[in-house]
């Protein structure tokens, strides 16, 4: 068995409000054993050190809302141009920019080559955070996951598109029991209208109440969950009371006083994805996003804000999410820009934007053996230049190390 011990200048393990300073973290292949004050942990004999005395030692960051099918612009044509093996490849190059950036976990939320990527990382082919895969996200015919940009045939291709289509019960319940026999670890549905799907609008309501249970039915029925794209406040709304577990962009969480009851009640999860909108509205017309893409983006960034500030306030649990995607406008690897809008956009506090995206996440996605450092779970972890407690923006720009499972991964050795 081997032994590693880390000396953490700071150590903020994702769970507690206080972080402990002069920390001693002890490994034991991979796995936590013993977190505490320098001087209440021993060291083992024989046991490797590691010094980040100097450094703030986080758990590895989570983002729970990613998509890691290679995408590089918004053009609709660029998923028919491009074949599935490229994009994966360019899925896989992704992965080490995650890594990188502290990201030793990632939920993808839609796609076709995130559960082949997921297999390819846990069979130590290629190096990667863990994955956790939705596999395609189920829309309706004509929602935000069928590409209606596109003639109907090509958008029809389903290996090349994010979506599949699904209306009425019975055909929602086959979609997603056929996206689970495909490898899928949850099921991802699009509830309402979007922005980058042209023609939908994100306050209408695409399904039904007993189309959404089904979807909530058939994930819990396998022991996972099932996560809804969900903007205006009555898709919001249908997607908790109707038992979607994690609500994703959530623009119109609680507004007009609904939804937070709803949430308390049914345990739900706000994934807020504060950058995907952020960077449409203010960076998208330089990077030549549609004009309708840019103003939809324009028309909603002020109340997703609000919105999160609401679900925090109200203690409904936030997870980080960014929807980055690989684009050029929401690339991989700057993944913690939502640290820093959680903190100035939302108004969490610096200890709370950090369990957003450790301990909350974990809790989200049900990946239990992350998001903490706490005895039992895995040694994933991240050393800081800087203290995050003291400026958030640390964990963009003072990534000094990264580990997972207890081996460094970051390319920087
Ligand atoms: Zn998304």
């Known amino acids: 068995m081997s032994s590693t011990v880390i000396q953490c200048g700071t150590l903020i393990d994702g769970i507690a409000d206080e972080p402990i300073r002069d920390a001693r973290v002890v490994v034991e292949d991979g796995t936590i054993?013993?977190?505490?004050?320098?001087?209440?942990?021993?060291?083992?004999?024989?046991?490797?050190?590691?010094?980040?005395?100097?450094?703030?030692?986080?758990?590895?960051?989570?983002?729970?809302?990613v998509h890691l099918n290679g995408t590089r612009s918004f053009q609709p044509m660029e998923r028919i141009e491009k074949s599935l093996p490229y994009k994966a490849a360019l899925g896989g190059a992704d992965l080490r920019?995650?890594?990188?950036?502290?990201?030793?976990?990632?939920?993808?939320?839609?796609?076709?080559?995130?559960?082949?990527?997921?297999?390819?990382?846990?069979?130590?082919?290629?190096?990667g955070p863990r994955i956790y895969a939705a596999g395609r996200a189920i829309s309706r015919s004509g929602g935000h996951a069928d590409m209606n940009q596109l003639p109907t045939h090509w958008a029809g291709d389903e290996d090349r598109m994010l979506g599949v289509q699904a209306d009425g019960v019975a055909e929602c319940r086959k979609k997603a029991r056929q996206e689970l026999r495909s490898g899928a670890d949850l099921i991802k549905?699009?509830?309402?209208?979007?922005?980058?799907?042209?023609?939908?609008?994100?306050?209408?309501?695409?399904?039904?109440?007993?189309?959404?249970?089904?979807f909530a039915e058939e994930a819990h029925a396998v022991g996972t969950h099932a996560a809804a794209h969900a903007y205006g406040t009555a898709g919001v709304n249908a997607a908790i009371r109707n038992g979607i577990d994690t609500i994703e962009h959530a623009i119109g969480f609680g507004e007009r006083?609904?939804?937070?009851?709803?949430?308390?009640?049914?345990?739900?999860?706000?994934?807020?994805?504060?950058?995907?909108?952020?960077?449409?509205?203010?960076?998208?017309?330089?990077?030549?996003?549609?004009?309708?893409?840019v103003r939809k983006g324009r028309e909603y960034v002020d109340k997703h804000a609000d919105s999160v500030t609401r679900a925090y306030e109200a203690d409904v649990p936030v997870a980080l999410g960014t929807d980055c995607n690989g684009s050029y406008l929401h690339p991989h690897g700057d993944n913690a820009i939502e640290f820093e809008l959680l903190v100035e956009q939302a108004g969490m506090d610096e200890m709370d934007a950090l369990k957003a995206g450790t301990s909350v996440a974990a809790d989200a996605i049900q990946a239990e053996d992350v998001g903490a450092v706490e005895p039992g779970r895995q040694a994933d972890?991240?050393?800081?230049?800087?203290?995050?407690?003291?400026?958030?923006?640390?964990?963009?720009?003072?990534v000094a190390a990264v580990y997972k499972a207890g081996e460094r991964v970051d390319d920087r050795i």
């Open 33 to 65: 054993r013993k977190v505490g004050p320098s001087e209440s942990v021993s060291v083992p004999d024989e046991a490797d050190r590691i010094d980040h005395s100097n450094h703030a030692v986080t758990p590895g960051f989570l983002d729970c809302h």
């Open 97 to 127: 920019q995650l890594l990188r950036a502290g990201f030793t976990t990632v939920r993808d939320v839609g796609g076709s080559t995130a559960i082949g990527l997921r297999n390819a990382v846990e069979d130590d082919e290629i190096p």
């Open 189 to 214: 549905i699009t509830i309402t209208g979007g922005m980058a799907s042209k023609g939908t609008i994100p306050d209408q309501v695409h399904y039904t109440d007993a189309e959404t249970q089904v």
């Open 257 to 293: 006083g609904e939804g937070v009851d709803l949430a308390h009640e049914y345990g739900a999860v706000v994934v807020p994805t504060l950058s995907a909108i952020y960077r449409l509205a203010y960076e998208g017309d330089e990077h030549g996003l549609p004009e309708f893409h």
């Open 381 to 398: 972890l991240v050393a800081l230049d800087e203290d995050p407690l003291a400026d958030i923006s640390a964990t963009r720009d003072a």
